[in-house]
């Protein structure tokens, strides 16, 4: 991405309105580049450039990056022609910021989406060559024993003949029958075919974590925060 973008692009993908709006919002209305008054909406702007409109200081970012705690019954797409998706949760401004979530989780399971603009990093977190872990919890229909948690590490068979990559199961409590599972891939269904695959069934499913991005438990399910600066930093590594 160049670091400088068309000052009608950042105002529409800073929710302020269509390019329509945007165009004439900037003929009439106060917008300001550095104190600046621009009155042409093609004007290239860069990051750090500070833009306002009408007094108001607007968000101007190479990349956004949110988590959300997903609550059960809603996609990790980005559209659906049926289901509400977790972009649907979003606020209408964010929702123009163009994120879009990294790895799917199921419709019925919950917990941490993590969003960006950021494609570079998102194809980093998803690659499996990378190992990047993501952790969850997990209630199963019964009883966990040593043998499962030796299938876990050496790899399961699944129904359609791939071999999981080694993956940490670890008993919680035993009645319910809580566990953690730590993987480095995604395959579709993993988590509910590497258990099945071993007889059981999963009845609850949330991810806590995606690599050194943990899910902040004081976001109920549907809420989502900005990324701090530390866990941006942290997630996208030395660069
Ligand atoms: N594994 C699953 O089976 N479902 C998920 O949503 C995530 C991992």
Redesign the pocket.
Known sequence: MSNSKRLDYVLVHAGIGSRKTVKGLVRKSDVLVNGVRVRDSSTHVKFGDTISVDGEEIEFKEFYYFMMNKPPGVVSATTDPREKTVLDLLSESDQKKSVFPVG???KD?EGLIFLTTDGKLAHTLLSPNNFKIKS?IAQVSSEISKADIAFFRKGIILDDGYKTAPARLEIIEDNPHKCSID?TE?KF?????MFEAIGKE?IK?K?LSIDSLNLDESLLPGEYRELTEEEIVKLRGIE
């Open positions: 799917r989780l199921d399971t969850y993987l995604g269904h993993q988590i509910k075919r999963v499913l991810r």
